[in-house]
């Protein structure tokens, strides 16, 4: 990934946009922080954020007209949060800190004209710089103006507190009996602000001109001004404050010979592009203080619990997997780029990238489009191209995709025809997981149209998927081949991820779901059974057309189907796709379940491969063809097939295929075929989850047969093999009765054995 692309995925996600009242205060202050911090009852905590972006926060909180709450996304549904006022008890119930950071001392000075709110708080933000500043005010004494300012808002003592912490910072206060022209001229001065919101000798403003409007720079060098507002602007104090904040961002700047405008914006006056959803958020009445002026601790705490903590995440909120990684994709983005970025060492992205399940829920609610499965399908291929990819990672997925385009691979026209008006696909799964169904629905394909033929291949997803580019290319290659082989007739797809791959990547095929052609005539067999929900496979996500056929089809059947919250174009993944379960096998399982517990009905779904994950919770899952042909139907509580069972079953498919329509005799097998195992229920549960199937197993004991080379443990009798099996050393712990063999352990690896046989 180049630097450019990160920055296009960073801009994607707006999830780091301030919320709207953060954008709605002047000062930028974190006010969705503050109010969580109320909420939490963590008052000093508080008080900490409004320090941290506050000058002088004593006076500040207390008097500010909080501007942010018009922008407050909660005054829809009861009214804004009462930020204001919750910043009054906040400042009131913590004592202020006594020591402030100062930065070290600087050479020039700082001239500061006028003691109203911009002027205190140039004088406060530059002292804690370091410039040495002086505060010129008239006889009254600074901030004389608050003394209009009612008891109950500021009480006594406030202004001689914040007083006192200018002084602490080093300003020197300096009383004059005049506010003019002649206090902005003096030389021993490096620059100079004028806070218009102090009384000035009359004409000696107006020959200042008009500053400018993010700088608050006027056009004479060393001369910035502010303060600004009408009299009877509403938020005239908070917006003084801010101006005098901007002026002294430039003087700083100015006194150091910076930019006064690099990076610099104007007010965002609660502009924002965080988008945060109401969706079912109820409607919750402000907090009225009970005496009608101001909030007690519980009662702020209950007002701040009204907010909404305005945030995006609406990816995050609903996908298990971008919740397990701690972070959002912005975030996730950058951890991928670096990841990239890496030569030697850990690379602690690769888990994030491999976990992934491509199923695009991301890409559907977020706001701006952002997919996390681009994303990590192109660092994966990325991975691959520059030899990075962790061998481990898909080996098994890929290998079940090579057999199955092997020796479970078989294409041809009906028998007797030498055309075909559509070639049924049933994909794979359907084909390893549910063999007698996939005969059975050929069957039925045929009696609608006797020139049906059939495709019995991988479409190639598992290569797609693992990011190997080249692989995967060949597999469109020879697809695209045999349909043209075949006469280019229309293909009809039982797996809605075969379905995917060839519109996506072989669009010149004429290709639909077997769902939309049974739709319209369903078998006579089919039979409605208990209400079910209705869980649509990922790889459906944008098809609609499809899913809208699998409803229909139900509901010419009777069937009634119950209500699954994330279906159509927002369903969940099963924990298959994207080869999740092989690279990470535990969050696969948090997957499956999170998708299983959205419902109390028993699961109906139209994929084999979601049928057979959602199944391994114990959860009943029917497949689609459970109900269409009750000959051939399987429980809905009836276990996946193990692995082994998979391969075996295509390997059978092909073979009934060929001796049931062409009367062919299946290929003999191979000698390790006939090699008889048992083993407990334990260590074929050992096995499945190690993805080590009974084949391998059989292939090593033959290989042992033939090398002769074995551990025999003296006393019991076991013996140890192994064998190295294409990249994979297998490891076989076992007893042998009378020609029979007992299984009792196997493992696997990808290392070599220095100078071992193996
Ligand atoms: S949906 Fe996700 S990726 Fe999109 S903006 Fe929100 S947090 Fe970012
Ligand atoms: S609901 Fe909370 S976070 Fe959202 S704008 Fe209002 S105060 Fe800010
Ligand atoms: S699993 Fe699906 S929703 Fe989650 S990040 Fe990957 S593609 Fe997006």
């Not at 205060?25 to 320090?51: H, Y």
């Not at 029917?622 to 097939?641: C, K, M, T, Y």
């Not at 334990?682 to 499945?688: D, H, Q, S």
Request: aromatic fraction near 6%.
């Amino acid at each position: 990934m180049e630097q450019k692309d990160l920055r296009e995925w960073e801009a994607r996600c707006i999830q780091e946009e301030p919320p709207a009242c953060r954008a709605g205060c002047p000062l930028g202050l974190d006010a969705k922080g503050f109010v969580l911090a109320v909420r939490d009852d963590n008052l000093p905590g508080a008080r900490a954020i409004l320090e941290k972006s506050m000058p002088l926060a004593g006076l500040v909180a207390r008097m500010c007209e909080a501007p942010c709450e018009q922008y407050c996304l909660r005054q829809s549904l009861g009214g804004s949060v009462a930020i204001g006022l919750l910043e009054r008890m906040c400042i009131n119930a913590v004592p202020a800190k006594t020591k402030f950071l100062r930065l070290p001392p600087r050479p020039k000075k700082v001239a500061v004209i006028g003691a109203g709110p911009s002027s205190l708080t140039v004088a406060f933000d530059l002292a804690k710089k370091g410039h040495p500043v002086t505060l010129f005010h008239l006889p009254g004494g600074p901030g004389s103006w608050l003394c209009k300012v009612p008891e109950l808002v500021l009480s006594e003592g406030v202004l001689e507190e914040e007083l006192q912490r200018l002084a602490g910072l080093g300003v020197n206060f300096c009383q004059v009996s005049v506010l003019g022209e002649a206090l902005w001229t003096q030389d021993e001065f490096a620059a100079f602000y004028i806070g218009q919101d102090d009384e000035y000798v009359e004409g000696d403003l107006l020959k200042l001109g008009v500053p400018d409007s993010i700088t608050f720079s006027l056009e004479t060098e060393r001369l910035f001004t502010g303060g600004l507002s009408v009299e009877n602007h509403k938020y005239r104090f908070i917006t003084d404050v801010s101006q005098g904040r901007e002026a002294a961002v430039s003087i700083d700047r100015f006194l150091q010979g910076a930019s006064l405008t690099a990076a610099r914006v104007d007010l965002r006056h609660g502009k924002t592009n965080l988008y945060t959803s109401l969706d079912g958020l109820q409607r919750e009445e402000v907090v009225v203080p009970a005496d009608g002026l101001g909030y007690t601790k519980q009662e702020a705490i209950k007002e701040a619990a009204r907010c909404i903590n305005c945030e995006c995440l609406e990816c995050v909120k609903r996908c298990v997997y971008l919740k397990e990684f701690g972070a959002y994709p912005k975030t996730y983005a950058r951890r991928v780029y670096n990841n990239s970025a890496i030569v030697k060492g850990n690379h602690q992205a690769n888990k994030f990238i491999n976990s992934c399940s491509l199923c695009g829920q991301c890409e559907t609610v977020c706001p701006n489009d952002f997919s996390v499965a681009t994303l990590c399908l192109d660092a994966r291929r990325t991975m691959v191209q520059e030899d990075r990819m962790p061998g481990s990672a898909h080996w098994f997925a890929l290998e079940e995709m090579r057999s199955a385009r092997t020796e479970g691979a078989l294409i041809r026209h009906a028998p007797g025809k030498d055309f075909s008006t559509s070639l049924f696909y049933p994909g794979c799964q359907l084909a390893g997981i549910r063999p007698q169904q996939t005969l059975r629905l050929y069957g039925y394909l045929q009696e609608l149209d006797p020139a049906t033929g059939l495709w019995l291949d991988c479409c190639g997803a598992p290569g797609h998927w693992a990011g190997r580019v080249q692989e995967f290319d060949e597999i469109m290659k020879e697809l695209e081949e045999k349909w043209h082989e075949m006469g280019e007739p229309l293909v009809l797809t039982g797996c809605s991820t075969c379905l995917q791959m060839f519109r996506e990547h072989l669009p010149q095929i004429n290709v639909e779901s077997v769902w939309v052609l049974l739709a319209e005539k369903p078998p006579e067999s089919a039979k409605a059974c208990a209400p079910m929900a209705l869980s649509d496979p990922c790889t459906s996500r944008h098809d609609s057309k499809t899913q809208n056929a699998v409803r229909a089809m139900m509901e010419k059947i009777g069937q009634s189907l119950t209500p699954l919250p994330m279906s159509g174009e927002l369903t969940e993944c099963c924990g298959f796709g994207g080869l999740m379960q092989n690279s990470n096998p535990d969050l696969a399982k948090k997957v499956t379940a999170a998708r299983v517990t959205q419902t109390s009905s028993d699961i109906l779904t139209y994929c084999a491969m979601c049928r057979d994950q959602l199944a391994r919770t114990g959860k009943p899952v029917a497949h689609v063809l459970d109900i269409l042909f009750q000959d051939v139907a399987h429980p809905a509580s009836e276990a996946s097939p193990s692995i082994s069972e998979r391969r075996k079953n295509r390997r059978q498919l092909k073979s009934q295929v060929l001796s049931k329509y062409h009367g062919e005799q299946p290929k003999a097998t191979e000698d390790w075929e006939a090699i008889a195992l048992t083993m407990s229920p334990e260590v074929a549960e050992i096995l499945e989850e190690r993805r080590i199937l009974e084949d391998d197993i059989r292939k090593v004991l033959f290989h042992v047969q033939q090398q002769g080379k074995v551990f025999v443990h003296g006393e019991s009798g076991r013996k140890i093999a192994s064998a190295r099996l294409g990249q994979v050393t297998f490891w076989l712990q076992y007893t042998e009765t009378d020609g029979s063999f007992m299984v009792e352990s196997c493992w696997s690896h990808r290392m070599i054995i220095a100078g071992g046989s193996a």
